[in-house]
């Protein structure tokens, strides 16, 4: 599947969540991922949405996501010019013997054991989508019985910001409290 | 100055330039209308919210300000959504208020309890449940402007009934928008439009592909310059009749699924559309593969989503139309200074052919069957084009929007995306709020008549004098059109039957004036009748054939190349056609029968 990753700043208000879904699923637009978090204006929220590019018009979804009111700004994050990362916490039921073996396994590819019981171990791992897809492969032979996963979450690499300019629509924070007092 | 939420809610609607309310008040919104009762605002008190839905639409499509609505909660919002979608697909500016149950209570299945603005979510361009009685001035604003600017569209307001009586500090009007994730581009690139306007000097087949959008900015008169100065034929969707009148040289008439065949057979030959405010639905493209095939796209609209959303365009432009329009025709006209004017003669005299030798044809038999197409042509000559026409859903709507003759934007008006069944009377009664004194016809038909009929009551004590012609032929015609085309004329659930109800008597129940019309000799007497009528509305049963269709037509899902004329042409006429023949010198009139064509 050939992801593709965008970006969305949106006003931290009620019903944005619902805002932005309810369009995706009007317009029969599949979502792939969706991770949603406070940035460092506590006004604004930042949606990281990945659909699958071979099967969703990304510029439509794009257009449909800018003309929600409550949306500040949509920029899509090249995969190459992005840091992109999930977390998984995997549970994987394993008999003590063989631990070694998993967590060699665990030690390729970061991922950190964050539980254990004489049957199971729970490991946390943060990587890029397609690394953590090996990692999991790698566990199917060990019979994984419990996996969660984010959504992605991605940055774009350099000194640029989206929120620089999504940021700058909005009232400066001084002139917000002014108002308040 | 200290006021509650509500006395802040109606205060804003009065700030805001509104006059007139369509609503039924319940539990909920009551604390509302108190202060209502005392205020400059007119209320409208319907029979039915949905009826208060489509009124507010009908208001704002005959006046272009945003017409607003009030219902309770519960079932009062929920009998608002159809009307609250239909403003949506139809791009409608409509402010819906409703009541909701109180703070503490949402989300714990309160009598009258529903998550309206979970519900509206997908048929509004925003909404709003208010959380504080401060807010109530800024969302109203907000509302009004989301709204009425840009792509015009339904805005609802939900507010808690422990808000509406909370008391809040009246401030300074207006009110700060907090919007700052609303950005609307009116204004053009007028290097596009430079771009766009040296293919329309250079195109040899042009077409002016005319949507609502025309209208709603109000871009008629810079559309009409354009189409002079290019020399450029002009067709007008179901969504934009009127926006160019029907009598001049350059009208190709309505395109699309029942659209007038030079209309469509124009765009399928067409070197260049120019598609202005108009959103290449699949009624007026066919399978959109097969649409204008040899044509390069120029796409205006004021909604950038909508700009390759269903073809990609050669020169897409956002903006204004109305801006666009004048900047086309100041590009134009300076090419046109210096290399000489526009190579269209070809091309319409073929298009001049087509309308000649295919036009919209039926045949009214002299006491034969009385066919609504002539009830439409009759209506049309004797108001001259002078009338706010307003139609429901149907083979009533195709026959009104292709023969009646169109002289300026604002005369028509339908439910054109949803479709909604039902629309026609409480929309004439909307115009008729917002264009007091103007004749508003409403043609309906009887399937659509019945479902929302109980607004004659409110219409009959507002004294709104609305003309609703029935066009009664006993069928929800359009569905029993494609059981006879597409299921080999096995009917199933389509008859209606003419007799009950009685609709004179229903008309003069409802305190209206009843009329029948079974011949077509009587048509001109009845309707002078009803147009002489105003004291009270209107209701005609006309008694039509029921065997009518609509044509041409091009069946769902097929290219437009596939375009049927219909039982009224011969089949060599309809070989001619699918080939798209150029007319031979006597080609025209036809076969002894009395033809009336436009």
Redesign the interface.
Same mark, same amino acid.
């Given at each position: 599947m050939s992801t593709r990753t965008l970006s969305v700043l949106v006003e931290n208000k009620p019903g944005v969540l619902a805002h932005v879904a309810g369009m995706f699923s009007r317009r029969a637009f599949n979502i792939s991922s969706l991770a949603v978090g406070p940035t460092e204006d506590e006004r604004v929220s930042r949606m990281t949405i990945v659909v699958d590019g071979a099967s969703t018009p990304v510029e439509q979804v794009a257009k449909q996501l800018d003309k929600l009111v409550r949306v500040l700004k949509v920029v899509e994050l090249d995969d190459h010019a992005a840091v992109q990362r999930e977390l998984a916490l995997i549970k994987v039921r394993i008999d003590p013997a063989r631990r070694g073996e998993l967590l060699e396994v665990a030690t390729v590819f970061h991922a950190k054991v964050v539980d254990m019981s004489p049957q199971t171990v729970i490991l946390e791992a943060t990587s890029s989508p397609g690394k953590l897809d090996s990692l999991l492969q790698n566990l199917e032979r060990y019979g994984t019985c419990e996996l969660v996963r984010t959504g992605r979450i991605a940055i774009s690499r350099g000194s640029g910001t989206i929120t620089d300019r999504g940021l700058s629509v909005l009232a400066p924070p001084a002139q917000e409290a002014a108002e308040a007092v | 100055m200290q006021l509650t939420g509500a006395q802040a809610l109606v205060r804003s609607l009065e700030q805001q330039g509104a006059d007139v309310v369509f609503g039924l008040p319940g539990g909920a919104i009551l604390p509302a209308y108190d202060p209502l009762r005392s205020s400059s605002l007119r209320h409208v008190l319907v029979r039915h919210e949905q009826g208060a839905g489509h009124a507010a639409e009908g208001y704002a499509w005959a006046t272009g300000r945003p017409g607003v609505t009030v219902a309770t909660s519960g079932p009062g919002a929920t009998n608002l959504v159809t009307a609250l979608a239909d403003a949506y697909m139809d791009s409608v500016p409509v402010v819906a208020i409703t009541g909701q149950v109180p703070s503490a209570l949402i989300g714990s299945d309160a009598f009258q309890e529903a998550d309206i +603005?979970?519900i509206t979510?997908?048929v509004t !361009?925003?909404n709003?449940?208010v +959380?504080r009685a401060e807010r109530i001035p800024a969302a109203i604003a907000e509302a009004f402007h989301?709204a009425s600017t840009g792509r015009p569209g339904p805005v609802l307001v939900d507010i808690p009934k422990d808000i509406l009586q909370a008391t809040m500090t009246w401030g300074a009007w207006p009110p700060a928008l907090e919007?700052?994730?609303?950005r609307v581009s009116t204004d053009p690139d007028m290097a596009l439009v430079r771009e766009a306007a040296a293919l329309l000097r250079r195109a040899r087949r042009p077409v002016l592909y005319v949507g609502g959008g025309v209208i709603k900015a109000g871009a008629h008169a810079e559309l009409l310059e354009l189409a002079e100065l290019a020399r450029a034929p002009v067709t007008t969707t179901l969504m934009a009749r009127g926006a160019f009148p029907d009598l001049h040289p350059l009208a190709l008439g309505m395109p699309g699924m029942h659209g007038c065949y030079t209309a469509v057979a124009a765009l399928q030959e067409a070197d260049l559309l120019v598609a202005l405010g108009s959103r290449f639905d699949d009624r007026v493209t066919g399978r959109l593969a097969d649409f204008a095939p040899g044509a390069k796209v120029v796409h205006a609209d004021i909604?950038?989503?909508e700009i390759? !959303?269903n073809r990609v365009p050669d020169v897409p432009i956002v903006g204004d139309v109305r801006a666009v329009l004048a900047g086309l025709t100041e590009s134009l006209a300076a090419m046109i200074a210096e290399d000489g004017p526009t190579d269209t003669d070809a091309w319409l005299s073929c298009v001049d052919g087509w309308k000649r030798r295919f036009p919209l044809r039926y045949t009214q038999e002299a006491g034969g069957p009385l066919k609504p197409q002539y009830v439409v042509e009759r209506l049309s000559a004797i108001t001259g084009g002078d009338a706010v026409v307003v139609a429901g859903v149907g083979q009533h709507q195709m026959h009104a929007a292709q023969h009646f003759s169109f002289t300026r934007p604002r005369s028509w008006i339908n439910s054109g995306g949803l479709g909604t069944m039902g629309f026609a009377v409480p929309a004439a009664m909307g115009a008729q709020v917002g264009r007091p004194g103007e004749l508003v016809v409403a043609i309906d038909g009887d399937g659509c008549f019945q479902m929302t009929a109980q607004e004659l009551a409110t219409c009959a004590i507002e004294r709104l004098p609305i003309k609703v012609l029935i066009f009664n032929n006993g069928f929800l015609g359009m569905v029993r059109q494609w059981q006879e085309l597409f299921y080999e004329e096995r009917y199933s659930e389509v008859e209606l039957g003419t007799a009950i109800p009685d609709y004179v008597k229903l008309a003069e129940a409802y305190g209206c004036l009843g009329l029948r019309c079974e011949a077509a000799d009587d048509v001109d007497m009845v309707l002078e009748k009803a147009l002489a009528t105003s004291d009270v509305p209107t209701v005609v049963d006309f008694r039509v054939h029921d065997r009518e269709g609509v044509f041409p037509m091009v069946p769902a899902g097929r290219p437009n190349d596939e375009i049927t004329l219909g039982p009224e042409f011969s089949s060599e006429e309809q070989q001619a056609a699918t080939r798209r023949e150029m007319p031979s010198a006597q080609a025209g009139q036809t076969k002894g029968k009395e033809v009336l064509a436009r």
């Open positions: - | +603005t979970g979510l997908p !361009k925003h709003e449940l +959380t989301i919007l700052p994730g609303y909604d950038p989503a390759g !959303k």
